[in-house]
């Protein structure tokens, strides 16, 4: 089975404040991806990697920032938190065009509240 | 207009009744197409996965894909009120430079009550 941890379920963090979220796969995928999930807005796309050192924008990349130094792991940072990005974090990852394999499997989720 | 339209309900079926989910998309060369399934402050999970038109069924869960209409869809027999949940969907082009990203419905919420 494919296993997706990101490093909290629940983070509380003031305004201004750099915030990092991780995210772990262990099945060697190649691509992973970084959503927030709002009430009524449902998934938006922030950032996605296909290789390790490689990232695209998403659809909402303004105010965050992502890391890939390894292929299992991607990390969300944002760089000055403010109340707006409160939300629900989700990661995912696919196994890559070469694979194939366009289904996503996807973390627990991190519940964020900027206060 | 987005990409991919859904019903966010909410939806309340009886216990036992057959559940119709739906979505449908503006974009002619999407082929994959996914359902997933998302508890209350969970992750989303993936039920559901097929590849151009057709149907495939998984136990109680059948998913149907019309490509001339444009128009996906979920199926649950005998509906249990475990599968009270949000559920998803989400499409993929084939090939090309989108590197297999997956664009999302808003998603329907559904409650089986006993």
């Known amino acids: 089975d494919v296993k997706v941890t990101q490093s909290s379920r629940y983070l509380v963090k003031r305004t201004g404040e750099k915030v990092f979220l991780e995210c772990v796969q262990d099945?060697?995928?190649?691509?992973m991806f970084w959503y927030r999930q709002d009430p009524g807005l449902g998934l938006r796309l922030i950032y996605f990697?296909?290789?390790?050192?490689?990232?695209e924008k998403g659809d909402i990349p303004e105010g965050y920032s992502v890391s890939r130094e390894k292929k299992e792991r991607f990390s969300l940072i944002l760089e000055s938190a403010s109340t707006n990005q409160t939300s629900m974090y989700l990661c995912?990852?696919?196994?890559?065009?070469?694979?194939?394999?366009?289904?996503?499997?996807f973390g627990p989720g991190t519940r964020l509240t900027v206060t | 207009q987005k990409e991919v339209e859904q019903d966010p309900g909410p939806l309340s079926v009886p216990e036992g009744a057959i559940v119709s989910l739906n979505c449908t998309y503006s974009?002619?060369?999407?082929?994959?197409f996914m359902w997933y399934r998302q508890y209350s402050r969970k992750g989303p999970e993936l039920l559901m996965y097929?590849?151009?038109?057709g149907n495939k069924e998984d136990g109680r869960f059948t998913a149907q894909v019309d490509k001339s209409s444009k128009y996906i869809s979920l199926f649950i027999r005998d509906s249990q009120p475990s599968d009270s949940a949000t559920y998803l969907c989400?499409?993929?082009?084939?090939?090309?430079?989108?590197?297999?990203?997956?664009?999302f419905g808003r998603g329907t919420q559904l409650t089986v009550w006993p």
């Open positions: 995912a990852s696919s196994l890559g065009l070469a694979g194939g394999g366009y289904e996503q499997y």
């Open positions: 099945m060697d995928h190649e691509n």
């Open positions: 990697s296909y290789d390790v050192k490689m990232k």
């Open positions: 974009n002619s060369a999407f082929q994959y």
């Open positions: 097929t590849y151009s038109s």
């Open positions: 989400a499409m993929s082009f084939d090939r090309g430079s989108t590197l297999g990203r997956l664009y």
